[in-house]
């Protein structure tokens, strides 16, 4: 194991010496939190633990030939030993509904932002993860729990979606030797990325026109914006713009791009990627998010003209566009 995938030992502990556990992600959650919660929860369920998985938006139609799928619960409810929190930076990401630490007793934070702080009792942070499925799959190891089939197709999920297909800059030597493990266990590569990326629907097709219809370049900036009823017009979710951004940061020549998407719940969110090493997370923060170095967003609950004109004016500014 190399040094910087480390487990903190008093995390294994906890693990070893419990029994019933809570495992959660991020609202509107993408393959990196799906795959690895379940993952982590066959881990758990192999070391003869008892899990509770917990998504307060579900699990999108995208992911769900993934095994254990039908144990993700939407609404919370008992008491737990232990908590484990993968892929948020902090709590409110869960829900705006529930407080985690009533439900048990210690919380774990297992991440891989950069901007991750002090949420949770106890913390497994590595930025240097191209998805939380690495970590996961370095709990497994010093957990001596050995990989199996449904574990390794969680994790393999969890990595080629945050590594956007192993395209991303996160995607290292490392990701590719743990890919190449996990295929062994008699995986079918082709066969997982065409239920990702080649399954969509008229309507799906007919929202990334839209996006591309509505889309403003400005030199190495673009930008596009869907709004709540054009999701409605066509019948999608907010899960349905999972991966719409990578339609405006693939234009040649754009550096930065950008999706504002409005949300059933008034908020505008705020997507943003970049290329050539431009650091987004610097711009998301300036905006109350957070993220990763080349992709990262955040939340507003201005007006959606006003949030778009002050993001694009700020990624002017730092591009060096006006």
Request: proline letters at 3%; hydrophobic letters at 45%.
């Amino acid at each position: 194991m190399r040094k910087s995938e480390a487990v903190p030992d008093e995390i294994l502990d906890i693990i070893i010496n419990n029994r019933f556990f809570l495992i959660t992600s991020h609202k509107n959650p993408d393959g990196d939190a799906i795959g690895s919660m379940l993952a982590m929860a066959a881990i758990l369920k192999k070391m003869g633990k008892e899990t509770y998985l917990f998504l307060e938006d579900g699990v999108p139609p995208l992911y769900r030939f993934l095994p254990l799928v039908e144990e993700v619960n939407t609404v919370l409810a008992g008491k737990f030993d232990i908590t484990l929190v993968l892929d948020c930076e902090n709590g409110g990401r869960v829900s705006d509904r529930v407080d985690l630490f009533s439900h048990a007793r210690t919380l774990i934070n297992i991440d891989h932002h950069p901007t991750t702080g002090t949420f949770g009792d106890y913390r497994y942070i590595n930025p240097r993860a191209a998805a939380v499925g690495e970590q996961v799959h370095a709990l497994a190891r010093a957990l001596d729990v050995a990989i199996d089939r449904n574990m390794a197709e969680c994790i393999y999920v969890s990595i080629l979606t945050d590594t956007g297909s192993f395209r991303y800059a996160n995607t290292t030597a490392h990701t590719h030797r743990l890919a190449a493990g996990l295929i062994e266990h008699g995986l079918q590569p082709a066969e997982i990325a065409s239920r990702i990326y080649e399954r969509r629907s008229l309507n799906q097709l007919s929202l990334q026109a839209a996006i591309i219809e509505d889309m403003v370049v400005e030199d190495t900036l673009a930008w596009s914006v869907i709004s709540q009823d054009r999701l409605k017009d066509l019948k999608l979710s907010e899960s349905d713009l999972d991966g719409a951004i990578d339609i405006i940061r693939s234009v040649d020549g754009v550096r930065v791009a950008v999706l504002f998407s409005q949300r059933f719940d008034g908020k505008i969110k705020a997507s943003l990627r970049s290329k050539n090493n431009f650091n987004v997370l610097e711009i998301a923060r300036e905006l109350g998010g957070g993220g990763h170095r080349a992709a990262a967003g955040f939340l507003s609950s201005e007006p959606l003209s006003v949030i778009v004109e002050k993001t694009v004016q700020l990624l002017r500014e730092h591009l060096g566009l006006r």
